[in-house]
């Protein structure tokens, strides 16, 4: 096992793993550990969604610089295979559907500010929002919010090609090895303590999201985020391109569904419990995701669901990450409490880390994400949290 | 074709009213209580959709609504396992070709909340194990909700045309078919709430009950509430690998008994078993009295696996058995022509040279079984793999609870054995279920479960038993 690291990165999910890519590419030695396996904390959970179509300024710049690495990312990766294999980041859209005056008035504003970083988005006619998918129960609708650039992606091929990279780059990557501790000398972090022994390094990042705060204890500091329950489902398969974009319906249980590339669809509502640590799936969740799909897109009814899941939504109060560096000990780092978007964010956050580690600073907005703003009682307007 | 004769079955009686329906436009007559892809067969219809992504022809394999190669677009809804789909006069039957769209129907359901069910105990799976832990558990005052996904009730009792063996109270010298229907009067005069072609889809926690959703005839919602659930879900026909061995005709012995034994629909002409246990030289037999041909049955191992008595039996009839020989490959176009087989040296490498090939329309695979334990696994109970058992099988306790409170195995969902220890199994977990509901008498469940616990072990004691106890000691929980 590696003894002596640049950078120890606690936790292996997107968060970490794109981390140890940009830190690597830099020249820095990195170890990544990670308590059971590559992604399974919450990137494998997750609803695959990645969009630019936030409603405030610092989500939609980080996530245009996100959609141009996720764009890149078999490039960025130099995957020896056929791109088929590396990635599937599919740019097939978002849609929200609107179904009232204020729905509508808040996501055309929120529209005009995505114009102001270049986002090519929208308000369009339900007429429209059929053609990009046949099959919507328009009755209701009053309009959609469409961007064609977001998309989405499969974490499990990301996750892969993330680790392969790291490794191809001198990287190391721990499985099953749990970080028990901080080494600390004189208020500086100088390594990790791991089940498998003490790792040195000059800086450390928590990139553990939901656990982020275990670590924390150690030095006393606790930052705001709370796991929640939130489930997703899986149907069988139906021919492709039926429902290309992510549909998303606030008015529908907050539910959000598109269909993978294999031809089934996965989705979920945004019924959520918590704060706890049980991820077990509940009927509640199945009959609401059920009731709720089936108002979307009648023809939903004969499709059947085949998976039910849950995961983390590692929350903060106004559901942005805490990201940055944490001030009472040197050379430790933070980036969790990702709210239910690490996976989109995960490009541009951890370019954004990687500037910070290596540099003291970032053009990202990084300040945005201050992980003091609660202490200071700076809460961020809530960021659009579905899909 | 339909059987009209039959040594022991009369079809005449169980056959339901002539209704038509229509495949890809063209009538055919079929019979109520008959499934889709069964009266398909007996139309001469193989081949139910084509794959994905490399379009081969699939046909029906378990028959029983587990491995759905028999999926078809039946009155315009993708995706229908037509093998446990009872047929309806005017029914519209596609082939599947690849993924199909989704229908074009706008109109959003109307959306009624499910029916609910409640009971003491839900039990899942009405097949011997399941029967008998409900007929126990309403005997020691508990009350019980059973589904199946299945038409009928009896599991795969309801094909076993064959007499068991054993004690006289279990069912020495009575033909399956006949125990199942002893099980199924006695459960419904006991009061048993039986739910059939209901499929149980999950199993989640609600404070202290447990809900078991099951989705009724592919479209109803319907709520199991109880206390103590069992999952008695049988098991799955195991596939090897073989040149084409997805070609229609390629078929589990599970699933020609259905066609043959169930539905009296004769499954083809001429046919090569693979595999020389009990089921596959069962098989052969029951292919005989059906009037088809049984060219061979082919056997990997050195030894015919199957009891000495069913096996002389075959043998007599002229049926040879190969030992050492495997399939080596089916041919031909989108259903099965012939078949390959070679004798195996004793690295299990065929021996070149000894290729023989059979011109038949079916292979019957009889390779073994593996435990359905999907519904345990999603409940969240420890599973372990278990050679003796053949598979992952759930970790259980002397009363047949699982590690999940309140959930409990039978039959051969916790791990492959027999009818008769389904039984004694479903029994065990019957009283421990009526017990756990706080509904038994203490100590009349705890004798009765000894006892049956004895039997049990006495079952399992002789040579053939050997991989039982095995596997019982390797997932018991002490």
């Not at chain 2, 999907?374 to 372990?384: D, I, K, P, S, V």
Request: aromatic fraction near 8%; glycine fraction near 10%; charged fraction near 25%.
């Amino acid at each position: 096992m590696m003894n002596k690291a640049d950078v120890a990165i606690v936790g292996g999910g997107i968060i970490g793993l794109f981390t140890a890519f940009w830190l690597a590419q830099r020249g820095e030695r990195v170890v990544v550990l990670e308590k059971n396996y590559p992604g399974s904390g919450s990137t494998f959970r997750c609803g695959t969604g990645i969009r630019q179509q936030f409603g405030d300024d610092a989500n939609i710049q980080m996530m245009v610089r996100s959609v141009e690495i996720w764009k890149d990312f078999c490039k960025y990766m130099e995957y020896p295979g056929p791109a088929s294999e590396c990635f599937t980041f599919a740019q097939t859209g978002y849609l929200f559907l609107l179904y009232s005056e204020s729905e509508i008035s808040e996501f055309s504003k929120n529209v005009s500010l995505q114009h102001k970083y270049g986002v090519p988005s929208s308000i369009i006619s339900p007429e429209e929002a059929r053609e990009i998918v046949p099959t919507l129960d328009i009755s209701e609708v009053m309009a959609a919010a469409w961007n064609p650039t977001d998309g989405k992606a499969s974490p499990f091929l990301a996750i892969r090609a993330l680790v392969d990279r790291v490794r191809d780059m001198g990287g190391e990557i721990y499985v099953n090895t749990p970080v028990t501790e901080l080494l600390i000398e004189k208020n500086t972090v100088t390594g990790v303590k791991t089940s498998r022994g003490e790792i040195k390094a000059d800086m450390v990042l928590n990139a553990t999201n939901a656990w982020a705060n275990a670590l924390n204890e150690q030095i006393g500091v606790r930052f705001p985020i709370e796991p929640y329950k939130h489930q997703a489902i899986v149907t069988e398969p139906f021919k492709a391109g039926e429902i290309k974009p992510m549909v998303i319906s606030f008015k529908h249980g907050g539910a959000y569904l598109t269909q993978k590339a294999n031809g089934g669809v996965i989705g979920g509502i945004a019924l959520k419990y918590g704060p706890t640590w049980d991820i077990s799936p509940t009927y509640e969740f199945l009959r609401e995701v059920s009731r709720n799909f089936t108002r979307i897109i009648p023809a939903l009814k004969y499709i059947s669901i085949i998976r039910q899941w849950g995961g983390y939504y590692a929350e903060t109060p106004d559901h942005n990450a805490i990201l940055g560096k944490v001030k009472e000990v040197d050379g430790y780092y933070i980036a969790a409490g990702f709210s239910g978007h690490g996976f989109m964010l995960a490009p541009a956050v951890a370019e954004a880390m990687a500037d910070l580690m290596t540099k003291g600073s970032t053009t990202l907005p990084l300040d945005f994400y201050d992980p003091y703003r609660f202490q200071r009682g700076e809460l961020r307007e809530q960021a659009i949290q579905m899909g | 074709m339909r059987l009209q004769e039959h040594p022991v079955l009369d079809f005449s009686k169980k056959r339901g009213k002539k209704v038509t329906i229509y495949f890809e436009g063209k009538p055919i007559d079929a019979y109520e209580g008959e499934p889709i892809a069964e009266a398909l067969h007996a139309a001469g219809i193989r081949v139910m959709n084509y794959t994905p992504t490399t379009g081969r022809a699939r046909g029906i394999f378990c028959a029983i609504g587990k491995c759905s190669s028999c999926l078809m677009k039946v009155n315009g809804i993708p995706n229908v396992r037509t093998c446990i789909t009872l047929v309806e006069d005017g029914m519209q039957v596609e082939r599947q070709r690849g993924l199909e769209p989704l229908p074009r129907d706008y109109k959003p359901p109307k959306w009624k909340d499910a029916e609910r069910v409640n009971a003491d105990i839900i039990i899942i799976g009405g097949g011997p194990a399941g029967l008998m832990a409900a007929i126990k558990a309403v005997e020691h005052g508990a009350s019980v909700a059973l589904m199946d996904e299945n038409p009928m009730l009896g599991g795969q009792l309801v094909k076993q045309t064959h007499k068991f063996f054993g004690k006289r109270e279990q069912f020495a010298g009575v033909r399956g078919v006949k125990i199942a229907e002893i099980l199924e009067k006695e459960a419904r005069e006991k009061g048993v709430n039986i739910y059939l072609e209901t499929s149980a889809i999950g199993i989640f926690q609600d404070g202290e009950e447990r809900i078991v959703t099951a989705i009724r005839e592919n479209k109803k919602l319907v709520e199991f509430r109880g206390r103590a659930i069992l999952v008695a879900t049988g098991a799955m026909e195991k596939m090897i690998p073989f040149e084409n061995n997805d070609l229609p005709g390629v078929y589990g012995a599970g699933a020609i008994q259905t066609l043959m034994n169930t539905y009296g629909i004769q499954p083809g002409k001429k046919v090569l078993i693979v595999g020389a246990g009990n089921v596959g030289v069962i098989l052969a037999y029951q292919l005989l009295q059906a009037g088809v041909d049984v060219v061979a049955v082919v056997e990997a191992m050195p030894k015919v696996g199957a009891y000495f008595v069913h096996a002389a039996k075959i043998r007599r009839l002229g049926v040879p058995i190969y030992t050492r020989h495997t399939i080596l490959r089916a041919e031909g176009k989108e259903k099965v022509e012939r078949a390959v087989i070679a004798q195996l040296d004793d690295s299990w490498n065929p021996i070149p040279g000894t290729e023989k090939t059979y011109d038949v329309d079916i292979v019957a695979l009889s390779v073994g079984l593996r435990p359905s334990i999907e519904l345990l696994h999603q409940a969240g109970a420890q599973a372990l793999y278990v050679r003796e058992l053949s598979g992952y099988v759930v970790q259980h306790d002397e009363r047949m609870e699982t590690t999940v409170r309140g959930i409990f195995v039978a039959g051969d969902s916790s791990g492959i054995e027999e009818a008769t220890t389904a039984m004694l199994e479903g029994k065990l977990a019957g009283l421990a279920m009526a017990l756990y509901v706080g509904k038994a008498d203490v100590k009349n469940a705890m004798d009765e479960m000894e006892q049956v616990r004895k039997d049990l072990d006495e079952f399992r004691s002789g040579p053939f038993g050997e991989r039982a106890r095995i596997g019982e000691k390797k997932v018991m929980i002490k």
